[in-house]
């Protein structure tokens, strides 16, 4: 989803992911600096393969406010990686 902001994209992303729960899809919402920072940090700890099985239960992906602010370099390699493995097998909204 692209558009300005206040134009309604996180509700829209969350409406689709509430109607996917309540059809009993997974889902997992993250803002994406959150998420990079996380996957950067789990790397760093060791726990990154935890960290991803956590991210693989959903069947739904929703990542936002993509491209607000700058990311860290490792997180956002990690996060560009897992979105190529899982690109044909999830729904990803980036908005």
């Known amino acids: 989803m692209y558009g300005r902001t206040g134009t309604g994209k996180t509700m829209l992303s969350t409406a689709l992911g509430v109607a996917a729960c309540q059809k009993g899809i997974p889902v997992r919402f993250y803002r994406t600096a959150a998420l990079v920072n ?3 940090e789990a790397k760093k700890s ?3 393969g935890t960290a991803i099985k956590k991210m693989d239960k959903a069947s739904v992906i929703i990542l936002d406010e993509w491209g607000y602010v700058p990311y860290d370099r490792t997180g956002a390699q990690l996060l560009f990686d897992y979105l190529s493995d ?3 097998k999830k729904s990803i909204v980036l908005q």
Do not use: A, K, Y
């Open 38 to 40: 996380q996957l950067s």
């Open 46 to 48: 060791g726990t990154l």
């Open 86 to 88: 899982i690109h044909e």
